[in-house]
């Protein structure tokens, strides 16, 4: 088994939660047996490849309000990690990405097939943890629905690629399809499993749903700044690969579309000198400026259903993370 990896900075404010985001690692860890020592290896060195672990963290926060098997929600957390691994496996073979957090990508080291394969493995992990751990087939339930959201957020963003008529609606369903329901799941699962209500434990969803959607804006924004220390990406690889977001989406409704239509209509053979001039033309039109509205804007949803939950030391992590993740800059 790997050693325990190092956990990303943002969890040094938080040392109470720092043994049992260690422990879903491990768990994970010991959960991964391919008997191809290649590809084992790969979703390791994925899997402990500096990822935030957010979600995990948000599970693990919202099941602190009640006592509880604290075994129990360090395994669902871990089969949350683990879903969101899976997925990010899927979304780099449909991207044809080369590169996640500065890592060679498993499609790219062993070929689309073994990805899927890959990515169809660690769903059978997400499975065999919830089968373990969970207390009822609601974890389940509620995953398998999740996969589904996640899979039908991907199509969206597929069947959109290179439309210049994408409305700011169609981005919202996508993005929530794609990133929010699985913080929603993640908050949800954390309030279900320990035993809060069901009124609780819909808040929660409710609150990580609003997350999700606020950290995808941002991550979104990120692609028109600078390149993404996490992702490693160019300056609108998005853009250049037809998927069209906030700040674009945003600019597009201004003066600004007259300039960008013709280099939309670029498609792939954007040049890099192109890409720079829609950056420069988004953050001219104020697109940037409204996408980071907006994700206030469900942060502050968000915050504002924290506000109202019972006086505990996690109430006051949550509210302190969540905040924080509106600053983020990588």
């Known amino acids: 088994m790997q050693s325990a990896t190092q956990l990303h900075p943002i969890w040094r404010d938080y040392p109470a939660l720092q043994p049992e985001l260690q422990q879903v690692m491990q768990l994970m860890t010991a959960n991964i047996n391919i008997q191809d020592a290649d590809i084992n290896d ?3 060195e994925m899997i402990h490849g500096g990822g935030k672990l957010l979600r995990p963290a948000y599970c693990l926060l919202f099941s602190q309000f009640t006592t509880t098997d604290r075994q129990r929600m360090v395994a669902l957390a871990a089969s949350l990690e683990t879903l969101h691994t899976a997925t990010l496996i899927h979304d780099d073979i449909v991207d044809d990405a080369a590169l996640r957090r500065h890592h060679v990508t498993i499609q790219e080291r062993f070929g689309k097939d073994t990805a899927v394969y890959a990515g169809d493995y660690l769903f059978v992990v997400v499975f065999k943890i919830l089968a373990h751990y969970s207390s009822s087939f609601k974890s389940i339930q509620m995953n398998s629905e999740n996969m589904e959201k996640i899979l039908v957020g991907e199509v969206q963003q597929k069947d959109r690629h290179y439309h210049l008529d994408i409305t700011m609606a169609e981005y919202l369903q996508q993005i929530q399809g794609k990133t929010a329901e699985l ?13 809060q209500s069901s009124h609780f434990a819909q808040r929660a969803r409710k609150a990580g749903l609003a997350i999700g959607m606020a950290f995808q804006i941002l991550d979104d924004i990120l692609d028109y700044q600078e390149v993404s220390q996490e992702t490693g990406k160019p300056i609108l690889e998005d853009v250049a ?11 597009l409704q201004t003066e600004a579309k007259h300039d960008l239509l ?3 209509r670029l498609q792939g053979a954007i040049s890099d000198t192109q890409r720079q001039e829609v950056q420069r033309l988004v953050i001219n039109a104020g697109g940037v400026v409204q996408a980071q509205e907006l994700a206030t804007k469900y942060t502050q949803d968000a915050l504002a259903i924290m506000r109202k939950l019972p006086d505990q030391p996690a109430k006051t992590d949550l509210i302190s993370l969540t905040k924080r993740l509106l600053d983020r800059h990588n």
């Open 262 to 264: 013709p280099l939309m």
């Open 183 to 195: 913080f929603a799941l993640s908050c949800f699962l954390g309030a279900y499993e320990s035993g």
């Open 241 to 251: 690969e037809g998927v069209y977001t906030s700040p674009l989406i945003f600019a």
């Open 42 to 44: 790969a979703i390791l």
